[in-house]
């Protein structure tokens, strides 16, 4: 279990170090900008489900 959770943190740091090169380079491949995109709309979709029950528990309901 140790060293599954070890791999899985070596490509998640091998993965962080890809885009830190990619930036420095200036370089912006194709699957970089559509990751980018696709997580802004995950935050913009997960604010507004928050937002919403924010005003429904202020509701009181």
């Known amino acids: 279990m140790v060293i599954a ?19 420095l380079l200036a370089l912006d491949p194709p699957w970089l900008a559509q990751t980018r995109h ?14 919403e029950f924010g005003d429904w528990l202020r509701l009181g309901r």
């Not at 696709?38 to 937002?51: D, I, K, N, Q, T």
């Open 5 to 23: 959770f070890a791999v899985l943190l070596a490509l998640l740091a091998l993965a962080a170090l890809t885009v830190v090169v990619l930036n």
């Open 38 to 51: 696709a997580l802004a709309e995950a935050r913009y979709r997960a604010a507004g489900v928050l937002a």
